[in-house]
């Protein structure tokens, strides 16, 4: 089993900046893509951004320019660098691993952390 533990979230004024963090742990094998995704109250979970293994960055056209994904295969995690942050951008965010137990691949997901920004 994969347990993904986020962290970082909290209270921001708008057009401040937050750093998440997604530690993933258990039976790893190995890790292939890693991503960050949120979702606001009454909406649709929202792809922000992904990371393959081997570092290529992929980004929603909403955070481009905003949001840096980046990610230490060492210690199985996956950061978002959240800069000029809106209100709008307040959801909870979520992590997402795509991870072998040796076995298979299987998708993971975290618990979530909050992010709320003030204007």
């Known amino acids: 089993q994969v347990q993904l533990v986020e962290s970082g979230g909290g209270l921001v004024q708008a057009g401040g900046s937050l750093r998440l963090s997604c530690a993933a742990s258990g039976i790893i094998f190995s890790i292939n893509g890693m991503g960050w995704y949120r979702q606001a109250p009454g909406k649709q979970r929202e792809f922000l951004a992904s990371?393959?293994?081997?570092?290529?960055?992929n980004y929603a056209d909403s955070v481009k320019g905003r949001f840096t994904i980046s990610r230490d295969n060492a210690k199985k995690m996956v950061f978002l660098q959240m800069n000029s942050l809106k209100p709008e951008d307040t959801a909870l965010y979520y992590c997402n691993v795509r991870a072998s137990n040796g076995m298979r691949y299987a998708d993971y997901w975290g618990q979530g952390t909050q992010v709320t920004v003030s204007s």
């Open positions: 990371i393959t293994a081997g570092g290529s960055p």
